[in-house]
T-cell receptor, first 115, second 120 residues
Framework: TQLLEQSPQFLSIQEGENLTVYCNSSSVFSSLQWYRQEPGEGPVLLVTVVTGGEVKKLKRLTFQFGDARKDSSLHITAAQPGDTGLYLCAGSSNAGGTSYGKLTFGQGTILTVHP | DTAVSQTPKYLVTQMGNDKSIKCEQNLGHDTMYWYKQDSKKFLKIMFSYNNKELIINETVPNRFSPKSPDKAHLNLHINSLELGDSAVYFC???????????????????FGPGTRLTVL
């Protein structure tokens, strides 16, 4: 069974601070995704990383996939109250072609950015 | 123009009852999913259907039975509801790669707004 450990579970910071969320596993994933979920809504995809060492930027958000494709991080620069939400990492493995489309989610990080 | 819709949004029921949750997607996707999110926000896949065919069936009690009348709909029927079934259930859809074509790119999954089920 593939597991993704996400940390921290809770993060409460002031507007303008930087933060990093980590997603780690002992398993190799063919790709890794980051989702953001707001209260009362479903998760929305932010980014997909597929290559070991890959770095993607989305405005103030920087996503990195580990060289060995076992871990990933999400870094937010100068956080704003609008960044508040639940952040989820999710890994996918196409090993053997039997599990395509199946995502394994981390436990999530609840981020609160205070004005 | 909602992409993935679920009904109802809230469902409150007594233990032992049978209930259904409906899901529809208008994205033309071939694959649909049901996820369960517990009180700690952990999201876990339950089922996946590709073109009305069951392709993922995680360890879920057989009280849960998905049904896909066509590729745009995936309903979830739950028999003999238990307290532990209380959770938020999400439907999702994606256009996964053609079966047999191996690729490392993961399709985007589009989630519905969720159905909060409370079993009393």
């Amino acid at each position: 069974t593939q597991l993704l450990e996400q940390s921290p579970q809770f993060l409460s910071i002031q507007e303008g601070e930087n933060l990093t969320v980590y997603c780690n596993s002992s398993s190799v994933f063919s790709s890794l995704q980051w989702y953001r979920q707001e209260p009362g809504e479903g998760p929305v995809l932010l980014v997909t990383v597929v290559t070991g060492g890959e770095v993607k930027k989305l405005k103030r958000l920087t996503f990195q996939f580990g060289d060995a494709r076992k871990d990933s991080s999400l870094h937010i620069t100068a956080a704003q109250p609008g960044d508040t939400g639940l952040y989820l990492c999710a890994g996918s493995s196409n090993a053997g072609g039997t599990s395509y489309g199946k995502l394994t989610f981390g436990q999530g990080t609840i981020l609160t950015v205070h004005p | 123009d909602t992409a993935v819709s679920q009904t109802p949004k809230y469902l409150v029921t007594q233990m032992g009852n049978d209930k259904s949750i409906k899901c529809e997607q208008n994205l033309g996707h071939d694959t649909m999913y049901w996820y369960k999110q517990d009180s700690k926000k952990f999201l876990k896949i339950m089922f996946s259907y590709n073109n009305k065919e069951l392709i993922i069936n995680e360890t879920v009690p057989n009280r849960f039975s998905p049904k896909s009348p066509d590729k745009a709909h995936l309903n979830l029927h739950i028999n003999s509801l238990e307290l532990g079934d209380s959770a938020v259930y999400f439907c999702a859809s994606s256009q996964v790669p053609w079966r047999g074509l191996r690729t490392s790119v993961t399709d985007t999954q589009y989630f519905g707004p969720g159905t909060r089920l409370t079993v009393l």
